[in-house]
């Protein structure tokens, strides 16, 4: 239960970066970028094929993330110079990069095991250090002795790599760049009349969110010790799934606190996620299903609570009335008064 | 310094719904000079203020802006050069952010925008300074999201962010028309106090008569994409809204077909 819980939360976290680049398109740009479900196995495959050829995988991540970048702009150039709208350009350029990932592995499934990553780099490393050791003499200390992780390693590694990139985006989101993109999602034209180039700040936007998610595909396909074709269908909601938990749980006063959120969302998305597929009449190809339905769930929970708020204010505002009816007729109306004031 | 030269602009041409809705603009605006414009619905007037904000692109005829030809320069680019409130209270600025980001977006106008921090503590203190000018203790609240603010407050800082980067224009598009008479008196009261502080070269399309009367020294009148009543700086100080509606029959042969105008 335990190790299945500390494999998530490990998932998570990489996941988070995924989640971060779709919060930029979909929340800051106000952009719903369908791209995400291929730059993610861009990055995947990017990443896998330089590995498998013999390159450094810190380097081959780092390349990933650049491929992102360019498959994120074109869905901007084709979004702002084509004057194709967003959900459709988010959608040619998803089947566009189904055939470009093909080309880039040469198949439809790059296997990375037995091969050295950025994730067996930092795992050896870790090995060495032999901190390992003390978390787990710690853990078995308070009874969770059977349920250790493999490594804290990589948790610990990929978490200073989503809090480096979070804090990244936060600053970003403050300089003046920052800000006319955020003011672009917000309201264009007035951004417009401030002099930025609203054109540029979406492709520039599109450009690093999928930056984003194509390095957290290049880290899952090395955690994970495969990079498949498949492996990005409902990315995008999965991340939507993250934006929106996150949001709900921790709440979005001040944009540091909302990439929080965000990465938050993530985890739990796939701690919940686990935790549904450990229920016995569910298999793993009903992950989708689960997660179509989390967000949806999320998204109509807040309405119905507001409404059963609202009706149970309704319902102790007519009990008020009712009181009033039993009074002597000929005082109805002014009592009646007397008690709304009141309440 | 603005200058329009035979601007011509023509809307679904070859088409039954063909309309013209400037014909042969020349208008000549001389630094420090502030312009009001009035006119019946469909005169043209706001044809002739996204043609000078680059929203719009004439059919013939060049703007020219401090004696640069901007006439076929992108919308973003002329924005430098151009300070606007538009008629919506809620146009002109951004919602989800805060009073402060607002007012940076605006101080990077006339500058290139980089990676620096958008409000430094050394802006925020200049925002503080600027704000306190429109007496409605916004300072206070610097880290408001705008969307908070009542359409007067939000207007008002439209103005500001308009006018405190000093641009050659301003363009002002019945700012005050989505308000109610006491924010509409505010916001008059405000613009005329910013235009002469900064002395900015202001052209204002105005459905209100009264207004258009007030404030300025030069006044135009528009109908069917012309400019058919130009006042001068003398004769406007003596001009009455009963004047102005008979000079418009006198000149067209119709009464002024715009009951809003009318009324106000």
């Known amino acids: ?343 | 310094m603005l200058q329009l030269n035979q601007i011509h602009k023509v809307f679904n041409e070859g088409t039954p719904d063909e309309k013209i809705a400037l014909d042969t603009i020349n208008l000549t605006l001389n630094e420090g000079d502030f312009v009001t414009v009035i006119g019946s619905n469909g005169a043209g007037k706001s044809t002739l203020m996204n043609i000078i904000s680059g929203v719009m692109i004439p059919d013939v005829g060049s703007v020219f802006i401090d004696s640069h030809n901007v006439t076929g320069m992108s919308e973003y680019n002329r924005s430098k050069l151009i300070g606007r409130v538009f008629q919506d209270p809620m146009a002109g600025t951004a919602p989800s952010m805060t009073i402060e980001e607002n007012l940076a977006m605006a101080y990077s106008r006339n500058k290139t925008r980089t990676l620096r921090t958008g409000v430094t503590k050394k802006r925020r203190d200049y925002f503080r300074e600027v704000l306190e000018s429109l007496h409605l203790g916004l300072e206070n609240r610097l880290n408001a999201k705008v969307g908070l603010l009542s359409g007067g407050e939000r207007q008002a800082l439209s103005l500001l962010m308009a006018t405190f980067t000093e641009p050659s224009i301003l363009l002002l598009d019945e700012h005050t028309a989505a308000l109610d008479p006491a924010r509409a008196e505010l916001i008059t009261n405000l613009t005329k106090e910013i235009v002469q502080k900064y002395n900015l070269t202001t052209l204002m399309v105005t459905h209100n008569m009264q207004q258009a009367l007030d404030l300025g020294n030069r006044l135009i009148m528009m109908d069917k994409g012309q400019i058919i009543l130009e006042v001068d700086d003398g004769q406007k100080q003596h001009l009455t809204i009963e004047q102005l509606l008979n000079e418009f029959q006198r000149i067209r042969g119709t009464k002024m077909a715009s009951d809003r105008a009318l009324l106000s």
């Open chain 1, 1 to 343: 239960m335990f190790t299945a819980i500390f494999g998530a939360f490990e998932s998570g976290i990489i996941y988070a970066i995924m989640a971060l680049g779709v919060y930029l398109s979909f929340r800051v740009l106000d952009f719903p970028d369908l791209t995400v479900d291929g730059s993610f196995v861009t990055g995947a495959a990017v990443a896998a094929t330089m590995i498998v050829s013999g390159a450094n995988p810190f380097f081959a991540t780092v390349t990933a993330l650049f491929a992102g970048f360019i498959a994120g702009c074109i869905t901007g150039i084709i979004h702002t110079f084509g004057k194709i709208n967003a959900l459709l350009s988010g959608i040619l350029m998803m089947i566009a990069l189904y055939s470009i990932n093909l080309r880039i592995m040469g198949k439809s499934n790059v296997p990375l095991l037995n091969t050295e990553t950025a994730i067996t780099h930092v795992r050896d490393f870790w090995d060495k250090t032999g901190i390992d050791s003390f978390f787990n003499a710690i853990l078995s200390m308070v009874g969770l002795g059977d349920s250790l992780p493999r490594t804290w390693g990589i948790i610990l590694f990929m978490l200073v790599v989503t809090l480096t990139i979070k804090f990244l985006t936060d600053r970003f989101l403050k300089t003046e760049i920052g800000l006319a993109l955020r003011a672009t999602g917000d309201n264009k034209r007035m951004i417009r009349s401030l002099s930025a180039n609203t054109n540029m700040m979406v492709i520039l936007g599109l450009g690093l969110s999928n930056a984003m998610v194509a390095f957290s595909g290049a880290l899952i396909a090395q955690q994970g010790g495969f990079a498949d074709v498949g492996m990005g269908i409902g990315m995008i909601i999965i991340g939507l799934a993250s934006v929106i938990i996150g949001e709900a749980l921790f709440g979005t006063k001040t944009i540091a606190r909302t990439t929080l959120a965000v990465i938050g969302g993530a985890i739990i998305y796939r701690i919940v996620v686990t935790m549904a597929l450990r229920v016995e009449f569910l298999e793993p190809g009903d992950m989708k299903l689960i997660t179509a339905t989390i967000v949806i769930l999320a998204l109509i929970m807040p309405k119905i609570i507001d409404r059963t708020k609202e009706k149970k204010r309704k319902a102790k505002r007519l009990a008020g009335s009712m009181n009033i009816s039993e009074l002597p007729s000929g005082r109805k109306g002014e009592a009646g008064a007397a008690i709304k004031s009141d309440s």
